[in-house]
């Protein structure tokens, strides 16, 4: 079955991204602007969330299209209760190699003992700033960066492995790259900057405030030599670069001025059970009506067939090439990256 499916596919699919919940305890650079999040802000209701049972249900079949490695995405997932027993579950699915949790990290402190115990290898933790002043900033809601910080020490001590996302956004934070990396250097932590990205509709971008890959790099070798390190696997989406004459590495994350399109196996389940093919998707799939419409697994495994073989999404290599995008694109708050 599992070759059947693969050898139907145009290429294979790898990383699924799962939303388990919409709601987060601060904003971040991309996800919640404050005029959009209130806070009488309407979140979806457990009933409209697909269920544990129907997740490792769906990764069942996504694994026989290729996928390895699931990441939980929110919002923020460590408000999802019992998120340790979902994992546990998916750890048990045969073919799932790798598990991460994207994280503001602040509940770390409370749950990465328990994370980790349940089948957990990694947390992504987003952290844009390491100043407080201008981490405020980024968050928008006045939060310091202590408890984050505490957080990415719980999960070391817990044995996880920790990736920090430090979007750079020109004009609020690129003051804060040469301090997060000599921060990040000597902890076994692996510092990726994230190219300030048009997601959602409310995030103010424009090229302006982009901080190219090559002028990120071109600051960090200056002060601390870095050197190119080769790709792990195919659709690896961070450029990764090793300090000269140590073990611990950075990467890039350059969907604006490097567009990796034809490379990307991702696929994203929001909370709610919508299935997109790309980040800067107009539209989802309804994934959770064919499931609780009680089609069979077959029924929705050709439907996936359908859907993967005929993406045509390529967002970031039609904005380089400065094509029209009049139409809205669904926001990182409700499909978590």
Known sequence: MTGTILDQLNR?????????????????????????????????????????DEIVELTKSFVKFGVEKIRITGGEPLMRKDLHLLIQRLHQVDGIKDIAVTTNGVFLVRQAKKLKEAGLNRVNISLDAIEDEVFKET?????KTKPVLKGIEAAREAGLDVKINMVVKKGMN?????????????TGDTLRFIEFMDVGNHNGWNMDAVVPKKEIIEMIHEEMPLEPVDAAYYGEVADRYRYKGATSEIGVISSVTE??????????????GQLFTCLFATEGYDLK???RSRASIEEIENWLIDLWTGRNDQYSVDRSKEKPKDKRKIEMSYIGG
Request: charged letters at 25%.
């Open 12 to 52: 294979p699919m790898k990383d699924l991204r799962i939303s388990v919940i919409d709601q987060c305890n601060f904003r971040c650079t991309y996800c919640m602007p404050a005029e959009i999040f209130g806070e009488d802000y309407a979140f979806l209701p457990p009933d409209q969330l697909l269920s544990f």
């Open 289 to 291: 009506e064919k499931l």
């Open 174 to 186: 690129e003051s804060q790259i040469l301090p997060m990396a000599r921060y990040f250097k000597d």
């Open 259 to 272: 567009a990796f399109c034809s490379s990307c196996t991702r696929i994203r389940l929001s909370a709610d």
């Open 139 to 143: 968050n928008g809601r006045g939060i």
